[in-house]
């Protein structure tokens, strides 16, 4: 079938550190790819205003899929301030480069596992009688990923025809009289199509993978319209698989009740915002950044990244220190999307082979705080880690 062409965008700060581990486990493991290196990130930006430059997009355009580090990203005040001379007070607008691709390739499902390793000094435990217990979490996010309060319809004094719409509802009287540059507004968009996908394709891979419950999580008490269309929309498709629990929670109760009882939830469905902080508290319970992976799916087209930021402070650390789990994970994902299911699988028995032995620990999971002074203390390098995993495929 010959390579398979993949965009490689390692971006910024340990993302460059943790996607080159990626690429040798992926070597290793036999997954042959041409790998098209495009521009990504903070660099862009400081030097052209854009962070996401357009001979990217055109090409993911033309190979429609990417693998991802991870990117630096700054309030817009700072950005600003650190663009390059020549582009001080051109009119560049910061705006996230992910956030920009999902919505140019429509890439709606975000899908982010939380699945614990044995063994991980980092798992969730609790308290059982006099003793404590360690329960076996498997959970994935389906988030979506290009509505809700992430579509990018905001305004800080919005123009007057869009606050004469928003004023003929009731509730806008009470902000009638604040002035415009007082003001700053953020939509909620969800609609009927968004909903139907990612709670038919979230019902298809619990049936998939043997999941036994799809638990939709919002908060439609408050947000009646669109929580509530979710819950409506997860009725319908619910009923088209009689052999999957359907289940509702509000993200607030959620965040409570997955430090209590989360081996109950199997695969949990969400709008944007509710998804991102459902998945990072998951993500908690199963030894956090360093081991959370995503992929963000369109219809034809998909993007594979860990979720952690670019963490700068540690970037210029020699050797580096930083788990690159997440990143390796993420990889897995893309395989599976490629259909090279048992080189994935290979892998991840070789992590959880590695987790499950207790020699070999980044700082992280030792629970030491991030400086060249674990090496000390017995945390191996990033390189170390990605040797061990190698070394068990």
């Known amino acids: 079938m010959g390579k398979k062409n993949i965009v490689a965008m390692p971006g910024d700060g340990i993302g460059k550190t943790v996607f080159s581990e990626g690429l040798r486990v992926l070597d290793a493991v036999g997954f042959e790819a041409n790998y098209i290196n495009a521009d990504i990130g903070w660099e862009c930006w400081v030097k052209e205003g854009n962070p996401l430059p357009h001979r990217t997009i055109e090409l993911l355009e033309k190979h429609r899929r990417g693998l991802f580090g991870s990117i630096t990203s700054k309030p817009k005040d700072q950005a600003a301030k650190e663009l390059s001379p020549e582009l001080q007070g051109k009119v560049c607008v910061y705006y996230s ?34 003793g404590f217990e360690e329960p076996s979490v498997d959970v994935v996010v389906f988030r979506q990923n290009t509505e809700g309060l992430y579509s990018g319809v905001e305004w800080t004094n919005p123009p007057e025809n869009v606050r004469t719409a928003l004023e003929t509802h009731p509730k806008m009287k009470k902000f009638k009289n604040i002035p415009g540059d007082d003001i700053a507004i953020s939509t909620r968009i969800f ?33 009646r319209e669109t929580s509530g269309m979710m819950m409506e929309e997860a009725k319908k498709i619910g009923a088209d698989f009689p052999d999957i629990a359907l289940r509702f929670t509000n993200i607030d109760a959620q965040m409570m009740w997955l430090t209590k009882n989360p081996e109950d939830y199997g695969i949990i469905v969400a709008g944007n915002l509710f998804g991102d902080i459902g998945s990072d508290g998951f993500a908690g319970l199963v030894g956090g950044l360093g081991f959370a992976c995503s992929a963000n799916i369109g219809k034809d087209c998909a993007l594979f990244e860990p979720t952690h930021g670019s963490a700068p402070k540690y970037a210029n650390l020699k050797p580096s220190i930083v788990n690159p789990i997440a990143m390796i994970l993420s990889s897995c994902m893309m395989l599976d999307y490629l259909g090279e299911i048992e080189k994935s699988e290979k892998i991840k028995k070789a992590i959880a082979t590695i987790i499950e032995e207790g020699k070999i620990k980044t700082y992280d999971m030792l629970r030491l705080k991030g ?11 990033t390189k170390e880690m990605t040797d061990a995993i190698i070394s068990k495929l």
């Open 191 to 223: 609609t009927r199509p968004a909903c139907r996908r990612i709670i038919r394709e979230a019902f298809l891979y619990a049936k998939k993978f043997k999941y036994k419950k799809v638990t939709v999580c919002e908060k439609p008490n408050v947000l």
């Open 371 to 381: 400086s060249e002074k674990v090496f000390e203390k017995g945390a191996v390098s």
């Open 97 to 130: 480069p992910i956030v920009g691709l999902r919505q140019h390739f429509n890439l709606d499902l975000c899908i982010r596992p939380c699945r614990s390793f044995k063994g991980n000094p980092l798992n969730f435990i609790r308290r059982k009688g006099n």
